[in-house]
């Protein structure tokens, strides 16, 4: 570490500026919002400058003393008590005379723009005191500072303070309005998440006022809910949406499923109640219909709900009977597109889904069997140039291989099989039509799965990326069926 970052509490502490120009001015207004005693030595002064001064004179505030003079070491041994020292003239030598007078009476001493003469630097601060946040690169990369400080500026909105104050002068009537202390916080965070925060970040409070007054008058203590569709993705956390991650932070009530895996669903808010709705082997499922029935009670009593589903919800996620229902019911809601289980997997396992040379376009299908039967348009799956990608199609696959060869694909054509794709347990088995079934009855991969057929799978051995080292533990079995 460079430099140890410190607060410095300047509250009638000496403060020593040399010199008078905008550059003294910059740091000479800084140090006064922090309360500190400050002495000038210049032989000119900028108008800013001269303006301070007279300001506080008519104050009857001595906080400020303006030696016109040329500095010499007399003027700092003349201030035993300076606790620090800025040398701000465009004279380099003269900065560095007083830096090392400075030094040599044990007083900090900073040089503007100079870090290798001082013994402390400025930072660049984000003030929303009392909190503040200063940044540093030690002189190494101010361009990197300036854009993390507009970072932070960004996340503590400056009208925080004024949002807050006008949130207390409404405090008394809300309360009386809502007396379930459920319907409060609901009503706040959707004031604070809104465009009236909006408005009071953007120093609006009039506007502010008037939206909070308005919204007051027009929510009906009895409120509906909102239901939120919410593809959580494939199971890797960082592919969530920033629009699901918020919503999943708002919800009193999360539904989800087998295929949300745990570290998404650690993401929703602590306080939410969450609700299992998926399948065990040998359990008995909730029913779709009940499923449905169920986002329409908790809404109808007020809660935001999520729905929260493994990749995306319109993708064979059953998302467009649960909303159906939402809207027959006329329960406002939303849908949060997810990454799905294709892209996800393909993305992770080095398998482009399309290819100049390879496949011009790609079909999503179910494997699942519909009474015991697949029902699948066959001449249309052999068409070549193609991806063919199959959701639910493990229990399946040999029919589904078996099937494409039957109809004309060559069994030669790359295949792959990738479980539990974009997390740590990742899994890929790549063959071809002939000999993936048998790789993978062999392995026993865990679900989910995911069936990848076409030449594309051929650039998988090049192209994987996601590293892996568990599943290379367990054996990745690669097109040549050796394990790696
Ligand atoms: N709505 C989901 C799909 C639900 S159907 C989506 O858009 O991804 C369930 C099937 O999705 C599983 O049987 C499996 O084929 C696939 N799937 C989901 N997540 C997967 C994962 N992480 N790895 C491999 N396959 C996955």
Redesign the pocket.
């Known amino acids: 570490m460079d430099y140890l970052p410190l607060f410095h509490d300047l509250k009638g502490r000496r403060i020593l500026v040399v010199g008078g120009g905008e550059i003294a001015l910059r740091k000479v207004r800084l140090v006064q919002e922090a309360s500190a005693l400050i002495t000038i030595i210049a032989k000119d002064y900028c108008p800013d400058l001269l303006a301070m001064d007279a300001k506080d004179t008519a104050d009857g505030c001595n906080g400020l003393e303006l030696i016109t003079d040329a500095y010499e070491h007399r003027h700092l041994l003349a201030y035993p008590d300076t606790v620090m020292v800025i040398a701000a003239t465009n004279d380099r030598d003269l900065n560095r005379l007083v830096s090392e007078h400075a030094q040599a009476a044990n007083m900090l001493s900073n040089v503007v723009d100079d870090p290798g003469f001082s013994t402390v630097i400025f930072p660049s601060i984000v003030d929303r005191s009392p909190i503040q946040v200063a940044i540093s690169s030690g002189g190494d990369a101010p361009v990197l500072v300036r854009l993390l400080r507009t970072r932070f500026e960004s996340l503590l909105p400056a009208g925080m303070a004024k949002l807050g104050s006008l949130a207390g002068s409404f405090r008394e009537r809300v309360k009386t309005k809502f007396s379930n202390g459920a319907d409060r916080k609901a009503f706040w965070e959707e004031v604070f998440y809104g465009p009236i925060a909006e408005q009071a970040y953007a120093n609006n409070l009039e506007e502010a006022e008037r939206l909070l007054a308005e919204k007051l008058d027009n929510t009906s203590e009895f409120k509906t809910g909102e239901v939120y569709l919410v593809?959580g993705?494939?199971?890797d956390p960082d592919l969530l949406t920033f629009k699901a991650l918020r919503l999943m932070q708002q919800a009193d009530i999360v539904l989800y499923d087998r295929?949300v895996?745990p570290e998404v669903l650690n993401l929703v808010r602590r306080d939410a109640t969450r609700i299992y709705v998926g399948k065990t082997a040998g359990d008995h499922p909730v029913t779709q219909a009940n499923i449905n029935q169920k986002l329409v009670d908790y809404a109808l009593d007020g809660n935001r709900v999520v729905r929260l589903?493994?990749?995306?919800?319109?993708?064979?996620?059953r998302?467009g009977e649960e909303i159906e229902t939402l809207a027959e019911h006329g329960i406002p809601f939303q849908v949060v597109p997810?990454?799905?289980?294709?892209s996800?997997?393909a993305s992770y396992a080095g398998i482009p889904l399309t290819h100049r040379d390879h496949a011009q376009s790609v079909r999503f299908i179910?494997?699942?069997m519909r009474g015991g039967k697949r029902d699948l348009n066959w001449p249309e799956l052999v068409l070549p140039n193609q991806t063919l990608v199959?959701?639910?199609?493990?229990s399946g696959m040999e029919t589904i291989c078996q099937g494409l060869i039957d109809h004309g694909l060559d069994m030669a054509t790359p295949a792959a099989l990738?479980?539990?794709?974009?997390?740590d347990a990742?899994q890929i088995f790549t063959g071809d039509l002939n000999s993936l079934p048998g790789i993978v009855r062999e392995a026993r991969p865990k679900?989910?799965?995911?069936?990848i057929v076409g030449h594309v799978v051929s650039l998988q051995a090049k192209l994987a990326w996601f590293n892996n080292p568990e599943s290379k533990l367990e054996g990745v079995i690669n097109k040549d069926n050796e394990i790696q």
């Not at 997810?338 to 294709?342: D, H, L, M, N, V």
């Not at 679900?447 to 069936?451: D, F, G, R």
């Open positions: 593809g993705g494939p199971g295929l895996s589903k493994g990749g995306d919800p319109f993708i064979f996620g998302g997810g990454i799905t289980a294709a996800g997997c179910t494997g699942h199959f959701y639910m199609g493990l990738i479980a539990q794709g974009t997390t990742q679900a989910p799965t995911l069936i």
